[in-house]
């Protein structure tokens, strides 16, 4: 059965790139969000295997929104994707439990292997 992948970007042609990538793979797009503040309130709908989420977005911030929905779903698994990322940040990130975390302009097998290692364990 695939995994469930909830897209949170502002940006439709990195939404279209991302599920592009993600064809025909062991993960499934069922749902993108252009903002932060709607892909929370549906979190629960969705119920995503994982989140991969834009750092920079206009309603939100990535810290801000992956709080918000760690706090209610401890359990989370969210990417976290970057223009790019400085030590601070990525240590924010993880501190809060962002999973991982990926540098634009990324490619199909880096980000497949991103996920796979999220699930290697489960």
Do not use: W
């Amino acid at each position: 059965m695939p995994k469930k992948v909830m897209i949170v970007s502002d940006s439709n042609r990195e939404q279209n790139m991302l599920r592009m990538m993600l064809n025909d793979t062991s993960y499934l797009v069922e749902a993108c969000f252009s903002n932060a503040i709607e892909a929370i309130e549906q979190y629960d709908t969705v119920n995503p295997d994982v989140v991969v989420m834009d750092f920079m977005m206009s309603d939100m911030d990535g810290i801000t929104a992956a709080r918000s929905l760690l706090h209610n779903h401890s359990d989370a698994n969210i990417v976290m994707m970057f223009e790019s990322v400085s030590p601070c940040s990525s240590r924010e990130i993880f501190d809060i439990g962002v999973k991982h975390y990926i540098v634009k302009p990324f490619d199909r097998e880096r980000i497949l292997g991103i996920l796979d290692r999220i699930f290697k364990y489960k």
